[in-house]
């Protein structure tokens, strides 16, 4: 079954106390992103990668990092975590933005469950 | 970068009505168009998307529509249905506008 997973799916934490949220997707998309959720704001996009190794920042990167040394996995970090970073966060994966596909195919992004972080 | 807007924030309709949510983008060079539906404490999903060489495009229910010159584009239900309650997200390519609670009432 193609699907992105996300852990932890829940996660309470202190000031500080550097956390990482892992993400993994097993349909092999060359394009992985990480957005945070925030009442009235929609998703905004925290950082994307193109591929392994490339990474680049999104909308809002400050206070994460990321890194992509496999195909299929996207971690997100928060070193050191502050209570402005309290969301909810979904890992996205999909084929590259603007890939041509088969008519009659989509280029979705397929989301993971979310993780919802709570920083004290 | 691109921008997308996102218009009304909340909207509420009678059951068997129709609904219309509209998403205008700044940047000319976006080509896809997709829109979401995120339904309580669950993951946004496609319902459908729409593609720049496009200009109306019909599933069912929904449809969309894209006006190039405009550079906007508009998510439309008809006969709406209590199941139909969630927050809908429109997106040019990755960027995603702020989303629309509709609520159908039965």
């Known amino acids: 079954e193609a699907q992105v997973t996300q852990n932890p799916r829940y996660l309470i934490t202190v000031t500080g106390k550097k956390l990482t949220v892992t993400c993994s997707q097993n349909?092999?998309?060359?394009?992985m992103s990480w957005y945070r959720q925030d009442p009235g704001l929609g998703l905004r996009q925290i950082y994307y990668?193109?591929?392994?190794?490339?990474?680049d920042k999104g909308d809002v990167p400050e206070g994460y990092k990321v890194s992509r040394k496999e195909k299929r996995n996207f971690p997100l970090i928060l070193e050191s975590p502050s209570p402005n970073q309290t969301s909810l966060y979904f890992c996205?994966?999909?084929?590259?933005?603007?890939?041509?596909?088969?008519?009659?195919?989509?280029?979705?992004?397929?989301f993971g469950p979310g993780t919802r972080l709570t920083v004290l | 970068g691109e921008n997308v807007e996102q218009h009304p924030s909340t909207l509420s309709v009678q059951e068997g009505d129709s609904a219309v949510i509209k998403c205008t983008y700044s940047?000319?060079?976006?080509?896809?168009f997709p829109w979401y539906k995120q339904e309580l404490g669950k993951r946004p999903q496609l319902i459908i998307d729409?593609?720049?060489?496009?200009g109306e495009k019909k599933d069912q229910r929904i449809a969309v529509t894209l006006n190039k010159t405009a550079k906007h584009f508009s998510l439309h239900i008809t006969e709406t249905q209590p199941e139909d309650s969630a927050v809908y997200f429109c997106?040019?390519?990755?960027?995603f506008g702020a989303g629309t609670r509709l609520t159908v009432k039965p």
């Open positions: 996205a994966s999909s084929l590259p933005p603007g890939t041509q596909v088969l008519a009659g195919g989509i280029n979705e992004q397929f």
């Open positions: 349909m092999n998309h060359e394009y």
């Open positions: 990668s193109m591929n392994v190794e490339v990474t």
């Open positions: 940047d000319s060079a976006s080509n896809y």
């Open positions: 729409i593609r720049s060489n496009v």
């Open positions: 997106a040019a390519r990755v960027r």
